[in-house]
């Protein structure tokens, strides 16, 4: 992950400054920086866009009861293209013109949610010490997380608040007197 951070931080900066050198020799300094101010005003104009129609596309989605969440990434995918094409570079253009093709863009996507699950489930094992459960437990009546399946204990108070019958009596409907108790809360008279 430093290597990462080094090479985004450094080398991307350096290799977008190589870029405008040779492209400026190509096609001379004013052009090149046209084509960086047309990306810049292009990478505007997909964000506002974007930022626009993300909201429809999840509510349309949701109406098809799909989950919105394909609609979300692809719409953050094209929104990290608008911001890509912003910022000044060619290589960072580039990389905003392939998240911009639609299969290139469902493949980029589907290799970062496949490396996201490798890392959640390589993390979700660390997490049952502190208190949260593992993703695939199945929670109600299994335990919590660092148990073994073992049903926690509730403490409380209760008082039986049924009545009695006299000892002899028959008691309503034929029914013996403790079949139907009614368990109130404790109240405070008395302590």
């Known amino acids: 992950m430093p290597i990462l951070s080094l090479l985004l931080v450094v080398g991307l900066p350096a290799a977008e400054i190589y870029t405008f050198v040779v492209v400026g020799e190509q ?3 004013l052009a090149t920086l046209g084509l960086v101010l047309l990306s810049t ?3 505007g104009a997909i964000i506002r866009l974007q930022g626009l129609s993300l909201l429809p596309q999840m509510q349309q989605a949701m109406a098809r009861h799909q989950p919105p969440a394909a609609a979300l990434l692809n719409g953050m995918a094209v929104l990290l293209a608008g911001l890509l094409l912003i910022i000044p570079g060619f290589l960072t253009d580039a990389l ?4 911009l093709l639609p299969p290139l863009r469902r493949g980029l996507l589907m290799l970062g949610l496949a490396a996201f699950a490798r890392r959640w489930t390589a993390s979700a ?4 010490s502190g208190g949260f459960a593992h993703p695939h437990q199945d929670f109600p009546g299994s335990g919590f997380a660092g148990q073994s399946g073992a049903a926690p204990d509730i403490e409380g108070d209760y008082r039986d608040v049924t009545p009695h019958a ?3 009596a028959a008691s309503p409907a034929g029914t013996a007197s403790n079949d139907n108790q009614t368990i109130l809360p ?3 008279k008395g302590r």
């Not at 094992?125 to 049952?128: A, E, I, N």
């Open 96 to 99: 905003a013109v392939l998240l």
């Open 186 to 188: 404790p109240s405070d």
């Open 27 to 29: 096609i001379g300094g």
């Open 166 to 168: 006299p000892s002899g």
């Open 41 to 43: 005003v292009i990478g």
């Open 125 to 128: 094992g660390s997490f049952g």
